[in-house]
């Protein structure tokens, strides 16, 4: 059988050789057939890991292009090379340009969410309530905390200590010296260059309740102390699955085993309504302290 070599990697050639992409470009078959990944492989990796991200025909089909046959290719390198499904995805996306904060690429992903303005003390509030709201409400979730710098999380590390108690899990995210595995929360060193630096953010994946908030901070201006964030938050469950995934692949980047998202899917439609009223009630409560 000829072959090709790609990054290492031997792709058989009648694989690079493939047939024509369809119309309006490429179907998940296409996309198997020029990668030789399955389509039920793809369709997990994109449930669990949010990669690789396809548009949407008129009729809802998944449609790629020239760049995710390239990208899962990529993939297929690095996993041979020996690193782990969660971490290639991370690399493959930063050699993509897809290095971006969570806030834009949730943003990209979802453009119907909205973003509001907010001050320190409001984003506070916000992160407060939801933290709060998801312990009250669900039993065992499964938390992600990211924060700007360690001195952030140690303002909040007796809280979230007592979050990761209750939690089924808890993982915080920030430049710490280390990755640890300790579930007192688990902590992910995040390199100094990664952009999840820039936000605060939150998630809870729970049956009862699934709620994302990201704050990205504004640059300040010269000679001003004060901070403000551009921040959106959502009960929207793939919303959600999504900022979850993102936190996931770049704990297990950053050493974390076993971190893709395995909480139960959250219960969606109506339940997300009462949950935005629910919250919105503790964090008007919160704010008038």
């Keep these: 059988m000829l072959s090709k070599n790609y990054h290492g990697v031997s792709i058989p050639e009648e694989v690079v050789m493939?047939?024509?992409?369809?119309?309006?470009?490429?179907?998940i078959g296409d996309l198997e057939a020029r990668t030789g990944v399955g389509a039920a492989t793809v369709r997990s990796w994109e449930q669990r890991f949010g990669f690789p991200v396809p548009a949407r025909s008129v009729g809802g089909q998944r449609r790629y292009t020239e760049g995710h046959v390239e990208?899962?290719?990529?993939?297929l390198a690095e996993r041979?090379?020996?690193?782990?499904?969660?971490?290639?995805?991370?690399?493959?996306?930063?050699?993509?340009?897809?290095?971006?904060?969570l806030f834009a690429e949730l943003r990209a992903a979802h453009p119907q969410l909205d973003v509001m303005t907010v001050g320190l003390r409001v984003m506070r509030d916000l992160a407060w309530a939801i933290e709060d709201e998801c312990l009250a409400r669900a039993s065992r979730p499964v938390l992600w905390g990211c924060f700007q710098n360690v001195a952030s999380y140690e303002r909040s590390g007796r809280r979230w200590r007592e979050l990761a108690r209750?939690?089924?899990?808890?993982?915080?995210?920030?430049?710490?010296?280390?990755?640890?595995?300790?579930?007192?929360?688990?902590?992910?060193?995040?390199?100094?260059?990664?952009?999840?630096?820039?936000?605060?953010?939150v998630v809870c994946e729970a049956e009862e309740i699934s709620?994302?908030?990201?704050?990205?901070?504004?640059?300040?201006?010269?000679?001003?102390?004060?901070?403000?964030?551009?921040?959106?938050?959502?009960?929207?469950?793939?919303?959600?699955?999504?900022?979850?995934?993102?936190?996931?692949?770049?704990?297990?980047?950053?050493?974390?085993?076993?971190?893709?998202?395995?909480?139960?899917?959250?219960?969606?439609?109506?339940a997300g309504s009462l949950s935005s009223m629910s919250l919105l009630r503790r964090f008007a409560v919160y704010t008038d302290r």
């Design 211 to 270: 709620v994302v908030l990201i704050g990205w901070e504004r640059p300040r201006r010269d000679g001003s102390d004060r901070r403000t964030f551009e921040a959106l938050v959502s009960v929207d469950p793939p919303v959600v699955r999504d900022a979850a995934a993102r936190y996931a692949r770049a704990a297990e980047a950053g050493g974390l085993r076993g971190a893709e998202p395995s909480a139960p899917t959250p219960l969606v439609s109506a």
């Design 166 to 201: 209750r939690a089924r899990r808890a993982v915080v995210l920030a430049d710490f010296e280390e990755t640890s595995s300790r579930p007192s929360p688990e902590r992910v060193a995040l390199p100094g260059d990664s952009p999840l630096l820039e936000e605060w953010g």
């Design 80 to 101: 041979e090379r020996g690193l782990g499904l969660a971490a290639a995805i991370e690399v493959v996306t930063r050699q993509a340009g897809g290095d971006r904060t």
């Design 71 to 75: 990208q899962v290719r990529r993939l």
């Design 18 to 27: 493939a047939t024509p992409a369809s119309p309006g470009g490429l179907s």
